[in-house]
């Protein structure tokens, strides 16, 4: 069973996928469309008729509404029935209601919040540094659609420690993984509801990006800030970037990104990254060059192990279950992983004591 937390925001789409049609998607187990209203405000409804079970995102978008293909009923971004073509008044029909979630419109993402509507906070996403400096970087943006469980896309983001086995260009491939492990120092640093693993490596040469795209000297010693920090369920703000020893931060070229998780259903995810660079940013070659980088990365390298891993699960999602061996570069995936359990855990006991107090129904008193 798909196992999530439910008060928080997930990424459903970016911005830029939805223009004036529908899109439609499976969001963590359930069929969804999104749509424009006439203000060009966002809505997430369910992607499924209540009369004969129609998909909604076949049908046309009216008066800021969704008609069903089918037979004509009206939907609006609540998800209420507001038209009945069959009915002599055309009134709507509230038992044909359907689910709508609330959403938010930031950072070029439309985020959707899949529990209690009354706790659905904008206030509550992350604040991504990058994201609110429109002007000192640019972004270029991709997803991916993975098949494993969300979780092991996390833990492959949180163990960087792969990159010196399975990504060698990053090190501009002129080092062993020996080597590379032996440069870099790891330290972890935990939040009530955050982990941030911060990860330097120091006195080795830049990446073949930063050499290719930055120009950055491939003699060069530099420090390589590689630092993520997670935020539950599966969202990560990661913070890569290499400087010359000696010279100030600042001085380096950075490409912070934001990686986003969301499941689709247990076994396969949807994975959003948006990748910022400080240098060159105004040059439509170095989007393409950077994107295909980290088509490279994630696509080719990250995503196959990934499946492979899953398909080597078999049936199981949660990879405690088979009891894993620990390694030392664990630490970080395993501390997000038990954050989650926890979070996750705590938002059950609190559904349960609520649906307890709820007062009920007076027929059911009756009885
Ligand atoms: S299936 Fe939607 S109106 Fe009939
Ligand atoms: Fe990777």
Known sequence: ????????????????????????????????????????????????????????????????????????????????????????????????????????????????????????????????????????????????????????VVDNLLDLSHAAFIHPQFSGGNYTPEQLLAATTQRLERGDRWITNH?????????????????????????????????????????????????????GAHIPQLHIITPETEFTSHYFFVNGRNRRRDEPEVDQALLDFFDMAFRQQDEPMIEMVQENMGAVSDINELNPILLATDTAPVSARRMLADLIARERAEEATASLNAPRAPAEMAH
């Open 1 to 152: 069973m798909l196992s999530i937390l439910k008060n928080t925001w997930y990424a459903a789409a970016y911005s830029h996928e939805l223009g004036e049609g529908t899109l439609a998607r499976t969001l963590i187990d359930q069929k969804a469309v999104l749509f424009r209203d006439s203000h060009g405000e966002a809505a997430m409804i369910l992607n499924r008729c209540p009369h004969r079970f129609a998909p909604l995102s076949a049908g046309r978008i009216i008066d800021d509404t969704l008609e069903c293909p089918y037979h004509g009923l009206r939907f609006n971004r609540d998800g209420e029935c507001v038209l009945n073509p069959h009915s002599k008044t055309k009134a709507g029909l509230p038992a044909a209601n359907i689910r709508a979630w609330p959403l938010l419109e930031r950072y070029g993402i439309i985020w959707f919040w899949p529990g209690d509507p009354a706790k659905a906070d904008p206030a509550l996403l992350p604040v991504i540094d990058f994201l609110e400096q429109p002007d000192d970087y640019a972004v270029v943006r991709g997803l991916l659609h993975v098949k494993g469980h969300y979780e092991l």
């Open 199 to 251: 990860r330097i490596r120091s006195g080795l040469g830049p990446s073949s990006a930063h050499v290719g795209l930055f120009g950055m000297d491939p003699k060069v010693v530099v420090e390589t800030d590689t630092t993520m920090t997670w935020h539950p369920p599966a969202m990560l703000d990661f913070k890569l970037g290499s400087w010359e020893v000696g010279q100030p931060r600042e001085s």
